[in-house]
C-alpha cells in the first residue's frame, strides 16, 4: 500500500527566507505528485501538479521536484512571505482496485514570521 | 462561478441519528469525491463517482453511502451516525479523470455526540 511521508510536521521561519518542504512515497509507480495548501479552517488549494514524466514544475514562487527513483519530492519556496503560513500537503496518484486514487501526506505547517 | 460548495458547514449529531452532507459544483466536472480528514491522518477518500448515476467505494466507504442523481451534486450520507464518524468532511470535483487536478470545497465539520 502507497504511503506518503512529509518531514517536518511543523516549520517556522523569518519572512524573505527561500524553504523547502519534503515528501516522500514507498511505491514508485505512481502517475503524478500534487502539492496542495490548506488554510486553517478552510479546503485544500492545488498549488502544482507533477506529471510522472516531468522532473518539476514551477508557479510563480514555487518550484516542485519529483525524483520517482528515490521516491521524493520537494516543494521550494522562494523569498517566503507571512501570506505563505498555511499547511502544505503532498499527494502520489496511483493506480489501486481498479481506479486512481490519491493518497496523501499528513502535511506540514508552515509559520513565516513578518 | 462558485467551484465546490458544502453544505451544512458544520453539524452535531447524537449518534445513531442520521443525516446527508451536500455537495455542488458549477464546473461541469465528471469525477466527483468525498474525503474525510481527521487529526493525525491524510485525507482519506471515502466514495467517489465517475459521471451522473454511477458511484464507488473508496478506501473508508463504511457506515456510509453516496448518490450522484444530478452531474452537479454527490449527497453523503450516514445512516446511523457513530463517534467515529466525527471529522471534516471534504468534497472535491476534477474534470474528466482521477489523475487530473481536483477542486475541493470548504468542508463540514461534524461532531457525533
Known amino acids: 500500500k502507497q504511503e506518503v511521508t512529509q518531514i517536518p510536521a511543523a516549520l517556522s521561519v523569518p519572512e524573505g527566507e527561500n524553504l523547502v518542504l519534503n515528501c516522500s512515497f514507498t511505491?514508485?509507480?505512481?502517475?503524478?505528485l500534487q502539492w496542495f495548501r490548506q488554510d486553517p479552517g478552510k479546503g485544500l488549494t492545488s498549488l502544482l501538479l507533477?506529471?510522472?514524466?516531468?522532473r518539476e514544475q514551477t508557479s510563480g514562487r514555487l518550484n516542485a521536484s519529483l525524483d520517482k527513483s528515490s521516491g521524493r519530492s520537494t516543494l521550494y519556496i522562494a523569498a517566503s512571505q507571512p501570506g505563505d503560513s498555511a499547511t502544505y500537503l503532498c499527494a502520489a496518484a496511483y493506480s489501486g482496485a481498479g481506479s486512481y486514487q490519491l493518497t496523501f501526506g499528513k502535511g506540514t505547517k508552515l509559520s513565516v514570521i513578518p | 462561478n462558485a467551484g465546490v460548495t458544502q453544505t451544512p458547514k458544520f453539524r452535531v449529531l447524537k449518534t445513531g441519528q442520521s443525516m446527508t452532507l451536500l455537495c455542488a459544483q458549477d464546473?461541469?466536472?465528471?469525477?466527483m469525491y468525498w474525503y474525510r480528514q481527521d487529526p493525525g491522518m491524510g485525507l482519506r477518500l471515502i466514495h467517489y463517482s465517475v459521471g451522473e448515476g454511477t458511484t464507488a467505494k473508496g478506501e473508508v466507504p463504511d457506515g456510509y453511502n453516496v448518490s450522484r442523481l444530478k452531474k452537479q451534486n454527490f449527497l453523503l450520507g450516514l445512516e446511523s451516525a457513530a463517534p467515529s464518524q466525527t471529522s471534516v468532511y471534504f468534497c472535491a470535483s476534477s474534470l474528466v479523470g482521477q489523475l487530473e487536478t481536483q477542486y475541493f470545497g470548504p468542508g463540514t465539520r461534524l461532531l457525533v455526540l
Open positions: 511505491d514508485s509507480a505512481i502517475y503524478n
Open positions: 464546473m461541469n466536472h465528471e469525477y
Open positions: 507533477i506529471q510522472s514524466s516531468q
